[in-house]
């Protein structure tokens, strides 16, 4: 162990950043598995390019990976980074405004030559120019060093600059005390066919991780201890795998199966992936010619007496928009994911965004609403699919499901659920005529369940039940084509009650933080981690203050009235130009106030608490 | 619809046309079309209507078919809903003809669905007693793929017209031709938009002047036998509204065949657009107009007076009755090459070559449904049916507490 002290901290932030051919997403997955062994909470946060392969050392070309671990509670992937690792020029200054003053940065020293920093649109080199003055610099030779301990291996010049992230890697671990055994195996498995690559990472790994031993640039060690998690068995969860898992929950317990269609959008596509793998799980997935094509194969799915779900990101849901409106009006039941990301248009595609909930409330034509259910951390995806379809299925009515970029990819412990700890998921189909018409026992397709307003589903193949159903106005009752103005207004009034009693289904409000409180921040999806974290913060500041999250987003929970009637102040923090809040100050007409974040990136605990601090001062 | 159907009166029932309440005469069978061919403004009338406007029944009461045994007939195929085409309209003709066959594909009425898109013809499936979707514009493939993918053991039918799958839904109509999803297409095609009042389609001839081009249409026409071949449809035929024999024929040989039955049927829209087929369906001119091919047969038209033999990679007609050319000298068309089936179905609207009504392809080739149903079964051969508990405690796992 050398000499070092060792400190122990309770959480820290650590980003790895380079360019797209780095491998600093590789990089710090392998940190965060080593992490996860060491039993500590954490929340990551990759961030990469839009493009491809952007070319090299170029600031749009930087690729990111921030890692928050602690052995506390970790609510977000951290908003001060306490290590910064930067292959060049461009990872630097792209990532330096989010290290804290104090923090360490460690740079490959090698790669800040002239045309490094031209390439990153430099006039002075950082390390001599004073600008990292409030931080702790440390300067390593990484691709001199990653070359001489490679000096004797057959991989070419390319191959081997290549590799310097597994140094860095295995440096990291050392400094974090965090294990190496799993990069190893991960390493022994991923290259089994390649011994050369194999064997010079394992090297290099190794004498990254001495390194840290024997240079006299780390003085200090840090350790974190386990984190007080829940007892279980857990394993590290992105929103999408979890997603994935929850379709798969649906299917299973349901047992009806699930048509996926979909059309590749970043950064919907790795649901996709994920559910490719899952044929053998009742899980059938369609790679449609475009994004209608893929919510019309769920559509038809769904009328065949299988569970329809589509997902895509924002741009793709302007696109299935009249198609929804089509599943409104049938009363099929289908699950819309909408991963969100930076809009509008195009906008800003690999990074995370909240500003959809207005497409998703209103983004059609015609009164037609559903049921919008909102994930709130990784593991959290897991959930929300599995109700999402419950309700689709329950209310026969499409729901969307609303991600986001940061949920999913980031990633959490989870604690693996227990299968038979998820709500009842029965399905029953119609399978007889359910009225008599002159003394005839017919079959009529919007007779309505009393409870829930949900039409019978039947399916094609059920003798007798034969019956039509489209995007016309439907008779009530009937369901022939009715043009009807006073069945129309009914028709309408009757969709969105149905849609509405979604209230029953939801579990209670939970107020977090000071229920005597003045202030009450009222949040929904992906914030939840930051807000929460925030709130925790200033009341151990000595402020009362508390915080409510939405899981339905539409309808609003029946007991968000009376959970508001309690506080006097209200903030609203979204990242979008202010949108649920417009929804609230609709409906509730109190001193919504809005606070706003539209940067790609995910809101930090302590910016929360800065505006708590501001909004009680 | 001539008119919005919302601005129609409820429970008023609209005039039938001749074709929906008598369709039961064979068609083209000796019967002489009342009108004459391009006797331009006249209502046009089906073949084998003698009376216009005097419905004899009301639709969805049609005579009985040969059931009464307990087999199904054809009104155990016709909804009870008021039908409400244009009173003349070649739909009512495909709507009959389809309801004529049913009964004779043995398919259980519960296992037939029937999806289509938006248009005149996308109301056909309200009209039928079977399952149905009324989809959105140009988007019926996708909801018949889906259904028909995820449900396998059902028989499903698309209804489109020329509006809805080459235009707003032309994506969808190539992908699914790819594809080649078991099912069939029934593709109206009536060279205008008949719903919303008359402008030009995609397959109306150039210098068409409508409501949206009073100087005439500029766009060149889709040839949609030949948009097909081009997308790798399987199977591709041709039919007409004003020959059920041949068109119930056709549509039988799509049902039975495995995988996308494609057929484009010439429907007479007589409100926007009427007589635009007259020359390929009316008595006068239809013999020396119209070739109807078979496969293994020459091609041979104009009652067996004329023909037409490959030269070079061109049809040429030839005169039987000359002495120079006799029925050896003629093609014999082969349905299953795709260079024939290529030059045939370019042989569109021209000037002396008469325009062809067949099935111009077919290529036995997998199914994408059941090719899915395959990778499923495969998966679970190999890796056993998925336990959810195990997936979800797949990987790198670790126990607190
Ligand atoms: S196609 Fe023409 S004739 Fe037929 S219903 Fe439509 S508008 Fe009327």
Redesign the pocket.
């Known amino acids: 162990m050398g000499s070092k002290t060792v400190e122990t901290l309770p959480e820290a932030t650590v980003l790895f950043a380079g360019d797209s051919g780095d491998g600093m997403q590789l990089t710090g997955t392998q940190f965060t598995l080593a992490t996860a062994y060491a039993m500590n909470d954490l929340a990551t946060l990759p961030d990469f390019p839009a493009e491809i392969r952007a070319p090299v050392g170029t600031r749009y070309g930087v690729s990111g990976f921030q890692l928050h671990f602690g052995s506390v509670d970790i609510r977000t992937p951290g908003d001060d980074v306490d290590l910064l690792i930067a292959m060049n020029p461009a990872a630097l200054v792209v990532n330096l405004d989010r290290v804290r003053p104090g923090g360490t940065i460690l740079v490959n020293s090698n790669s800040f030559e002239a045309k490094d920093l031209n390439l990153a649109n430099l006039d002075s080199n950082p390390l001599e120019d004073g600008s990292l003055d409030k931080y702790r610099v440390i300067q390593v030779e990484l691709t001199r060093l990653t070359r001489e301990t490679l000096k004797d291996s057959d991989l070419n010049q390319k191959q081997i600059d290549r590799s310097k992230n597994m140094f860095a890697l295995g440096l990291s671990l050392w400094l974090y005390s965090r294990p190496v055994e799993p990069a190893e195996q991960w390493i022994r498995s991923k290259f089994a066919k390649k011994p050369e690559i194999r064997d010079a990472n394992l090297e290099l790994l190794k004498k990254g991780y001495h390194f840290g031993e024997t240079t006299e640039m780390f003085v200090t060690r840090y350790e974190v201890t386990p984190a007080t998690l829940p007892p279980g068995r857990y394993r590290a969860v992105q929103g999408v795998q979890a997603m994935a898992m929850g379709f798969v929950a649906a299917a299973d317990k349901s047992g009806i199966p699930i048509t996926y269609g979909s059309y590749p959008i970043t950064p919907a596509s790795d649901i996709l992936h994920a559910l490719s793998r899952y044929k053998n799980h009742g899980i059938m997935t369609i790679q449609a010619e475009d994004e209608i094509a893929a919510i019309g194969m769920a559509i038809g799915a769904s009328f065949g007496g299988c569970l329809g779900i589509t997902g895509t990101s924002g741009p793709g849901v302007a696109l299935k928009g009249e198609a929804m409106g089509l599943a409104h009006i049938t009363e099929l039941p289908l699950v819309i994911v909408n991963v969100q990301r930076g809009g509008p248009s195009t906008g800003l595609p690999t990074k995370t965004e909240q500003s959809d909930l207005m497409q998703a409330y209103y983004g059609r034509n015609g009164d037609a609403p559903m049921p919008i259910i909102a994930a709130s951390t990784p593991g959290d995806c897991f959930e929300v699919a599995y109700e999402a379809c419950r309700i689709a299925v329950k209310y026969m009515t499409p729901v969307v499901l609303l991600s986001d970029g940061y949920l999913a990819n980031g990633s959490e412990p989870w604690l693996i659920p227990d299968p038979d700890s998820l709500a009842d998921f029965e399905v029953q189909y119609a399978t007889e005529p359910n009225v008599e018409v002159d003394g005839e026992k017919v079959f009529h397709g919007y007779v309505r369940d009393p409870q829930t307003l949900a039409r019978p589903w039947a399916k094609p193949g059920t003798p007798g039940l034969e019956h039509r159903i489209g995007g016309l106005e439907k008779k009530d009752g009937t369901g022939n084509v009715s043009y009807d103005a006073h069945n129309h207004e009914l028709m309408i009034r009757l969709r969105a009650e149905k849609v509405k009693r979604v209230q029953q289904d939801m579990a209670p409000l939970e107020i977090f933080g000071d229920e005597d409180a003045e202030l009450l921040i009222v949040g929904w999806g992906s914030t939840r981690g930051a807000i929460e974290a925030g709130v925790t913060r200033a009341r151990n500041a000595g402020l009362k203050v508390a915080s409510v999250h939405l899981r339905w987003v539409c309808p609003l929970p029946a007991d968000l009235g009376k959970v508001l009637s309690g506080f006097s102040k209200f903030l609203v923090p979204e990242l979008n130009n202010g949108q649920l809040v417009r929804i609230l100050r609709d409906e509730f007409l109190l001193p919504f106030e809005a606070m706003n974040k539209i940067q790609g990136r995910p809101f930090g605990p302590s910016e929360i608490a800065r505006k708590i601090e501001d909004m009680l001062g | ?2 008119e919005n159907d919302a601005n129609k009166p409820q429970g008023r029932k609209p005039t039938l046309p001749p074709g929906a309440a008598k369709p039961t005469l064979p068609p083209g069978a000796g019967k002489k079309p009342t009108l004459p061919p391009g006797a331009g403004k006249a209502p046009t009338l089906p073949p084998g209507m003698k009376k216009p406007g005097g419905p004899a029944m009301p639709p969805g009461m049609p005579p009985a078919g040969p059931g009464g045994d307990g087999a199904p007939s054809r009104a155990d195929f016709a909804s009870d809903q008021d039908v409400r ?2 009173p ?4 009512y003709a495909i709507l009959a003809t389809v309801q004529r066959l049913m009964p004779e594909l043995g398919v259980p009425r519960e296992n037939v669905v029937f999806i289509s898109g938006i248009g ?1 013809s996308s109301r056909f499936p309200y009209y039928m007693n079977t399952y149905g979707m009324h989809s959105i514009h140009g988007r019926a493939p996708t909801i018949a793929t889906g259904i028909k993918t995820s449900r396998p053991d059902l028989d499903v039918w698309m209804i489109t017209g020329d509006g809805d799958s080459l235009s707003i839904g032309g994506n969808h109509i190539i992908h699914i031709m790819r594809r080649n999803v078991d099912l069939q297409i029934i593709m109206f095609n ?1 060279q205008i938009y ?2 919303t009042k008359g402008q030009y389609s995609p397959t109306s001839e150039v210098g068409k002047i409508t409501k949206s081009t009073p100087f005439g249409s500029i766009d060149h026409p889709f040839n949609p036998i030949a948009l097909v071949l081009g997308a790798d449809a399987s199977f591709a035929a041709r039919t007409m509204d004003r020959d059920p024999k041949h068109m119930k024929e056709i549509l039988r040989q799509a049902h039975d065949f495995n995988g996308t039955g494609f057929v484009e049927v010439y429907q007479n ?4 657009n009427d007589g635009a087929f007259f020359s390929f369906t009316e008595k006068a001119t239809k013999s020396d107009k119209a070739i109807f091919f078979e496969h293994g047969q020459p091609l041979v038209y104009a009652d067996g007076k004329k023909g037409l033999r490959l030269n070079g990679f061109h049809l040429e007609a030839i005169d039987l009755e000359g002495g120079n050319w006799g029925v050896d000298d003629c093609l014999v068309y082969d349905e299953t090459s795709l260079e024939l089936a290529t030059i045939l179905a370019r042989v569109y609207w021209h000037d002396e070559l008469p325009q062809p009504f067949g099935v111009f392809y077919r290529q036995a080739r997998p199914t994408y449904d059941e090719q899915v149903g395959r990778q499923v079964q495969a998966v679970i051969e190999r890796s056993g049916k998925g336990s959810l508990a195990d997936l979800l405690a797949e990987g790198d796992t670790w126990v607190v507490g």
Do not use: E, K, P, T
């Open positions: 619809m001539s085409w244009c003349g309209c070649g739909d005149c009536n008949g719903l829209c007589n409100i926007f």
